[in-house]
Nanobody, 124 residues
């Protein structure tokens, strides 16, 4: 059973920080690339960041580069998204997703396993 659970969302003022967690249960994340996505009202899902299974490769959307950092702790079966200098336009439901594969960065473009999301609201 592949299950991902996001946590760490909440309400924060512009300029503040949050750390999102994506915890896996029922399987190991060691061989999965993990992506963070977000969906704002009226918009489709947007890719935010992605990390390879080993953690040695990462990519970021231009809109968050320099502010967000993706990392993983395979020993804890958890992936993190550190979000700094948050802006109101970052307000969205954030999802993590997992995909097994060896082809980077194409693995980030098609994720099959999704969590249920966590709400991030940034006030101005």
């Amino acid at each position: 059973q592949l299950q991902l659970v996001e946590s760490g969302g909440g309400l924060v003022q512009a300029g503040g920080s949050l750390r999102l967690s994506c915890a896996a249960s029922g399987f190991s994340l060691n061989y999965y690339a993990i992506g963070w996505f977000r969906q704002a009202p009226g918009k489709g899902r947007e890719g935010v960041s992605c990390i390879s299974s080993s953690g040695n490769r990462t990519q970021y959307a231009d809109s968050v580069k320099g502010r967000f950092t993706i990392s993983r702790d395979n020993a804890k079966n958890t992936v993190y998204l550190q979000m700094n200098n948050l802006k109101p336009e970052d307000t969205a439901v954030y999802y993590c997703a997992a995909q097994a594969g060896s082809s980077w960065p194409w693995v980030c473009l098609g994720m099959d396993n999704w969590g249920k999301g966590t709400q991030v609201t940034v006030s101005s």
